[in-house]
């Protein structure tokens, strides 16, 4: 599997260093949807309220309201893997594993530096941004890890905690299949991270 992933991701900067032109095409056009994304779902979630004659304000009033009530139901929950989280990293946990597992990402050029991202990511996104700032301070944010590490974070969700915060507002106990579709979404976000900074920045 990671030789596959590691000649797919080869076979594709080839591609993209004997067609510069098709490269550059490429990074605009990214670029380009990239800065149109949130002024476009800005735009479009209000219109579409407008012409489903939804009072939009109220509405959005509301919401917030039942927010703030979800957020006082959900500290508890928030507070054990924040817990969780923290004696994970401090107890040095984190480092062994990144040493046990830097080999196989090494398999298909994912740096070892950018491991920890990949592997705090599904349990903290505060803790994921620390590290991501990390690596942008130690290597700079135009380096390759530092862009890897940027695109892994905005590429995967922070499933355990999103798992504990939504389950636990509404009492669910039996996640039964949530735990596994997610990780499985965030180790393919991870996998098109490197293929695509591989691409586009390698």
């Known amino acids: 599997m990671f030789n ?7 076979t594709l900067q080839q591609v993209a ?11 605009t056009i990214m670029k380009g949807f990239s800065s149109l994304a949130v002024p476009f779902l800005l735009l479009v979630i209000p219109l579409l309220g407008i012409i489903k004659k939804v009072k939009v304000y109220e509405t959005f009033v509301d ?9 006082v139901r959900i500290i508890p929950y928030l507070v054990a893997i924040l817990v969780a989280i923290g004696m994970f990293r401090a107890s040095g946990a984190m480092r062994y594993l990144v040493l046990a597992l830097s080999p196989l990402t090494n398999l298909f050029g994912m740096p070892a530096e950018a491991l920890p991202v990949a592997l705090m990511r599904p349990l903290s996104g505060s803790g994921a941004l620390g590290i991501v700032t990390e690596l942008m301070k130690t290597h700079g944010p135009d380096s390759f890890i530092g862009r890897l590490a940027s695109t ?12 504990a915060v939504y389950f636990g507002s509404v009492g669910i106990r039996r996640t ?23 691409v586009v920045f390698g």
């Open 176 to 198: 039964r299949h949530a735990v596994s579709s997610g990780l499985i979404g965030d180790l393919v976000g991870m996998i098109a991270a490197v293929l695509i900074c591989r």
């Open 152 to 163: 892994m974070f905005g590429s995967t969700e922070t499933t355990f905690y999103v798992l």
């Open 4 to 10: 596959t992933l590691s000649v797919a991701a080869d």
């Open 17 to 27: 260093a004997a067609t510069p032109v098709a490269d550059s095409l490429f990074v």
């Open 63 to 71: 919401g917030a309201k039942e927010g703030f009530e979800v957020a």
